[in-house]
């Protein structure tokens, strides 16, 4: 096992969550958190940051030189459109990797990057790396079971949303009563769901998969409270997430929240 690694992290408590986990294994941990989307609260949880913009490629890779990091972890989103953003400073380097790819997705160009890394002898590692006890066995995890309209919405919606997946789109749908309220694309998650609601109002079934090849380096669907919190909100009756390869942040205030709203969970 190492004793001392990388994080490149992006939004969210998953990064914090991997520190925590690594810290408790005596894992050293430096992290380079993104401008413009890792939380403050990290510097907390590692032993040494560096911080810079999302399109600074050079940067990232002279600090993984000076630290003489060997495995990396990517931990977090990272949203692509921000590279397309007029106001992000993108450097040679990231413009360089943006123009040798056929296609501008998000795995494309996180694929791209962890392909440099690894030319660069630094591995990239799982991102559930420590995180095993965090991914859900099959089952439903709350109290509160889904009825058959929402089972045959889960049924329906599973196989759209694994088809989606595949072609590279996005990772979650929303049904209700047989019915796709919306697909995700490069919006992410939240505002699917709450476009969705638009249309579908109380009731809506929001479906998580994972890609036909998903790379579990740098690609790993995640719920946590601000997930339940969003669909008490629109008052959805159910979350399917695909088990043992969807990472559950704050697992026990996660099902706590969903137990409160009344909101199924369903690892399939």
């Known amino acids: 096992m190492v004793n001392r690694i990388g994080l490149l992290a ?21 992290a380079i958190g993104i401008n413009e989307e890792t939380s403050k609260e990290l510097e907390k949880f590692v032993n040494k940051i560096y911080w810079l913009g999302v399109g600074e490629l050079e940067k990232l890779l002279g600090i993984l030189k000076k630290e003489n990091i060997r495995s990396i972890i990517m931990a977090g989103q990272v949203r692509h459109k921000l590279l397309f953003d007029n106001n992000i400073k993108i ?12 296609n501008k997705k998000t795995d494309s160009i996180i694929g791209a990057v962890a392909r440099l890394l690894e030319c660069k002898g630094i591995k990239v590692l799982s991102s559930i790396t420590f995180l095993s006890d965090y991914l859900p066995q099959k089952g439903v995890l709350t109290s509160k079971l889904p009825d058959e309209r929402v089972l045959k919405d889960i049924d329906f919606g599973r196989r759209i949303a694994k088809a989606i997946a595949g072609l590279y789109i996005g990772q979650s749908i929303v049904v209700k009563d047989g019915v796709v ?10 505002e699917t769901i709450r476009r969705a609601e638009r249309y579908g109002k109380d009731g809506i079934v929001v479906i998580k998969v994972t890609k036909p090849k ?7 669907p995640v719920i946590g409270p601000d997930t339940i919190r969003l669909l008490k909100e629109v008052k959805a009756s159910c979350l399917s997430i695909e088990a043992k390869k969807t990472l559950i942040i704050d697992k026990q205030e996660t099902l706590r929240l969903a137990e409160e709203a009344g909101i199924s969970i369903v690892a399939a």
Do not use: C, N
Not at 15 to 29: L, T
Not at 96 to 102: D, E, K, M, N, Y
């Open 91 to 102: 450097d040679k380097k990231m413009q360089f990797l943006l123009g040798s790819l056929r």
């Open 10 to 30: 992006g939004s969210g408590r998953f990064p914090i969550i991997f520190a925590e986990s690594a810290r408790k294994k005596d894992v050293e941990v430096v």
């Open 181 to 190: 309220l919306a697909v995700e694309s490069i919006e992410g998650t939240d």
């Open 214 to 220: 998903q790379d579990m380096r740098f690609d790993v």
